[in-house]
């Protein structure tokens, strides 16, 4: 029996690009994709508008306002290096509601860690016993700590921040607690 020759001289070559593997071309287009995709994806995430929430970045002058105005603060130690401070940075500071919330009801301060040499900021990470970043610290109006958390997405935390009890003491002083002859009175009588 004898075997007969390929017609054509080689198979493998694609007949669209003589020369040309087809096995190659598959292998180009793949890589092309893949990297196409790769770029796509990096592009998206990149993309961001601006932080929503204002920030006060001088802490001592920002805890000082937040006490005159008795406001609660909330404090946030991020920094440029750290992958889920810039995911916040993209995704949870620019969204409105937290924003809205930030702005209004807290004095937002941001602790930027980026500068490990930075004395003023290693006190500031020291005197909070910061351990790493993200992290977000709440007080109440009155100074005390009433929440710690590391990085959450936007609803995480408007669901956290409501959790907390950062709302100042309702003010009773104007109240009067001197009784009247006629409260006196209907008090006495049902107790009859």
Request: aromatic residues 6%; hydrophobic residues 40%.
């Amino acid at each position: 029996m004898r075997i007969k020759a390929n017609p054509q001289p080689n198979a493998a070559h694609s007949p669209n690009k003589p020369g040309v593997p087809t096995s190659r071309l598959y292998v180009y287009v793949f890589v092309a994709i893949v990297l196409g995709a790769l770029l796509w994806a990096k592009a998206g995430m990149s993309k961001s508008g601006p932080e929503l929430v204002d920030w006060r970045t001088d802490h001592d002058v920002a805890v000082q306002s937040a006490a005159d105005s008795s406001k609660p603060t909330l404090v946030l130690f991020t920094a440029s290096w750290c992958p889920p401070c810039q995911h916040m940075k993209r995704k949870v500071w620019t969204d409105r509601a937290v924003a809205d919330v930030l702005n209004k009801e807290f004095l937002p301060i941001k602790v930027d860690c980026s500068d490990t040499n930075d004395t003023a900021v290693l006190a500031l990470q020291n005197k909070y016993g910061i351990k790493g970043v993200p992290t977000m610290i709440v007080h109440d109006a009155d100074g005390r700590e009433v929440g710690r958390a590391n990085g959450m997405g936007g609803r995480q935390l408007l669901d956290w921040l409501k959790e907390l009890d950062v709302q100042p003491p309702e003010d009773t002083s104007s109240e009067s607690t001197i009784e009247t002859p006629d409260q006196a009175d209907r008090e006495a009588d049902t107790f009859d």
